[in-house]
């Protein structure tokens, strides 16, 4: 691991947990002006995911720091006018079109190996005749390219699918939206401003860039942390954290060295707290076990977890409040009620809050009525029942 030089600066753990708020734009005023578009460019990297409880994960980003943005307008400010485009980064991932050329470093590394686990038997002629269909009719679903699968299982992936994916994976095609949760491929001369459309940077530039606005993001992080954040190895940090203009600091409580980014460490982090509900792919909660060293709290998605083994419920989401993480909620909506299948609280204090964030919640997708169904006490259910009540 890269020696560091004398940190020059210790932070309490209190100050390191409201630099990560602010820097994830929980702490302070919401930037109005820049709307979604400004969350996707101040995060980097707004991870996707299929379930929708309340709304899709890509959705619930902007809501959890602007408040009832409109869903629509949230589509609408993804991808209209080549602002954005998916790829691989902490997982399949949106982001600002800015960020075109700093992957391509991991097009290469893809290129190179040859493959994906999906093995085309004909890629010369799988390839040609995806681009001469994108070249000759525009972007296009992979359903519309001559279809996804080849019958059965959703893995098991038609010639068409894998080529498209592959280009997907090189660059030679880009994914410029989603329309009903497919994604649509374009030719990068058509969805890349011609400006960003290049892949001059070397692997250490591109590196180098992702890690200090991964620092950015963050506000300060472990090396873990911020490689964690675009999917980088340990040793590709260590390789360019000197000249990524991040500042060593130390961190009361954390076990091993720590960056911030130095815009972060100018001025104490100050100003109103959010209170809402994160979804568990939220940048803030991600990657969980930065989540407890920050927050003191342990949070795993037990979607994939067999129902009888589920603690928290299906789809629990963390309920931030006050700048600290103060309970989970499983949600789920029948009719124009939104239920609150199974929820718990750090403490009774957090009744109000979780009480106010359920129904901001309800209102934003079109609920009428709040019901707690189940929580960890009959007393805990007492509480949030009767704030709601009393709103």
């Known amino acids: ?91 399949a991932c949106i982001l600002p079109i800015e960020e075109w050329p700093h992957f391509a470093f991991r097009r290469r590394a893809r290129r190179a190996r040859g493959h994906r686990w999906h093995v085309l038997q004909d890629k010369e002629r799988s390839t040609r005749a995806v681009l001469d269909r994108l070249r000759a009719d525009g972007p296009l679903t992979s359903t519309e390219l001559g ?15 894998i080529a498209v994916e592959w280009l997907l994976d090189t660059g030679e095609v880009v994914c410029s939206e989603r329309r009903g949760w497919k994604r649509v491929y374009d030719l990068p001369e058509r969805a890349v401003p011609d400006a960003l459309l290049h892949d001059d940077l ?9 890690v200090a606005l991964a620092g950015r993001s963050l506000g300060v992080g472990t090396r873990a942390d911020i490689a964690d954040y675009h999917r980088l190895k340990g040793e590709e940090f260590d390789a360019v954290v000197a000249e990524s203009g991040l500042v060593p600091v130390e961190v009361e409580g954390w076990s091993k060295p720590a960056w911030a980014d130095p815009a972060a460490l100018a001025e104490a982090p100050r100003g109103r707290h959010r209170t ?32 009888p083994k589920r603690i928290h419920g299906y789809f629990a989401m963390p309920l931030l409040a006050g700048g600290r993480l103060q309970g989970r909620v499983d949600p789920a909506r029948e009719g124009r009620t939104l239920v609150a299948r199974q929820l718990s609280l750090t403490s009774p204090k957090a009744a109000g809050p979780m009480a106010q964030a359920l129904r901001e919640a309800a209102e934003w997708v079109g609920c009428d009525e709040v019901r707690v169904e189940r929580a960890s006490s009959p007393a805990e259910a007492a509480a949030v029942t009767a704030e709601l009540a009393a709103r």
């Open 1 to 91: 691991m890269t020696s560091l030089p004398p940190p020059t600066v210790s932070l309490s753990a209190d100050e390191a947990r409201r630099i990560a708020l602010r820097a994830q734009g929980f702490l302070g005023a919401p930037d109005r002006r820049g709307g979604v578009r400004g969350v996707l460019r101040h995060l980097g990297a707004v991870q996707l995911d299929t379930i929708s409880v309340l709304a899709r994960s890509h959705e619930l980003i902007p809501y959890a720091r602007l408040g009832a943005v409109g869903r629509d307008t949230v589509e609408q400010a993804y991808w209209s006018d080549r602002h954005a485009f998916e790829y691989w980064s902490h997982a």
């Open 202 to 210: 070397d692997d250490r530039e591109c590196v180098r860039r992702l």
């Open 276 to 307: 809402t509900l994160l979804s568990p792919f939220d940048s803030l909660v991600w990657d969980r076990p930065r989540t407890e060293r920050i927050f003191g709290f342990t949070h795993r998605l037990e979607a994939y977890v067999p129902k």
């Open 147 to 161: 279809g996804a699968k080849n019958g059965g299982e959703w893995f098991e992936w038609s010639e068409t699918k």
